[in-house]
Antibody, heavy 122, light 110 residues
Framework: EVQLVQSGAEVKKPGESLKISCKGS????????IGWVRQMPGKGLEWMGIIYPGDSDTRYSPSFQGQVTISADKSISTAYLQWSSLKASDTGMYYC???????????????WGRGTLVTVSS | QSVLTQPPSVSAAPGQKVTISCSGSSSNIGNNYVSWYQQLPGTAPKLLIY???KRPSGIPDRFSGSKSGTSATLDITGLQTGDEADYYCGTWDSSLSAGVFGGGTKLTVL
């Protein structure tokens, strides 16, 4: 089955670090970009950034550049999203998704993970 | 504040048609393909339309997309109560060199 399986919910304190994961299966993981999308409580979708697991080429939305780090380990078909110092405003649902399109400018996400809920509270 | 503008909400009766708009600019919709996503309550988004007007397999033809200039539209005909969801448009923004989503539209089937 073609799927993206995300790691479980996390509860963290401000200032702590965190790394969440997204494991792809049923397709060639290194052949497609993987994106991360944030959804804050009661809010809309926000495009955070993408990574090409084949060579770890990474692009960030300006809003998230420097705030998070996207990485991948192609040997285990897994992409990651990490924070070095969490803030309360990082609370939200984080989705990974497989990017399609003939080029990045024609992107769309055709396969989504179920999301990882991150709660940051003191 | 998203660079793509969608109406916060739309509503219509079962069986009717609804149109959801997505307005942008020449740096995004005007020169790039648009995709649309449906997010049912408590679930992950799902791809409805890509490349402005193409449907993935399994998406009924009640859902259709179009684009004209710097705006895109999602039409849903034969509304069903199961269509109640949030709908998002997405595209590339050349000024940001990143993807962007619209703010989302909540569809209520009365």
């Amino acid at each position: 089955e073609v799927q993206l399986v995300q790691s479980g919910a996390e509860v963290k304190k401000p200032g702590e670090s965190l790394k969440i994961s997204c494991k792809g299966s049923g397709y060639s993981f290194t052949g497609y970009w993987i994106g991360w999308v944030r959804q804050m409580p009661g809010k809309g979708l926000e495009w955070m950034g993408i990574i090409y697991p084949g060579d770890s080429d990474t692009r960030y939305s300006p809003s998230f550049q420097g705030q998070v780090t996207i990485s991948a380990d192609k040997s285990i078909s897994t992409a990651y999203l990490q924070w070095s110092s969490l803030k309360a405003s990082d609370t939200g649902m984080y989705y990974c998704a497989r990017l399609r399109g003939s080029s990045l400018t024609t992107w769309y996400f055709d396969l989504w993970g179920r999301g990882t809920l991150v709660t940051v509270s003191s | 504040q998203s660079v793509l503008t969608q109406p916060p909400s739309v509503s219509a009766a079962p069986g009717q048609k609804v149109t959801i708009s997505c307005s942008g600019s020449s740096s995004n919709i005007g020169n790039n393909y648009v995709s649309w996503y449906q997010q049912l309550p408590g679930t992950a988004p799902k791809l409805l339309i890509y490349d402005n007007n193409k449907r993935p397999s399994g998406i009924p033809d009640r859902f259709s997309g179009s684009k004209s200039g710097t705006s895109a539209t999602l039409d849903i005909t034969g509304l069903q109560t199961g269509d109640e969801a949030d709908y998002y448009c997405g595209t590339w923004d050349s000024s940001l060199s990143a993807g962007v989503f619209g703010g989302g539209t909540k569809l209520t089937v009365l």
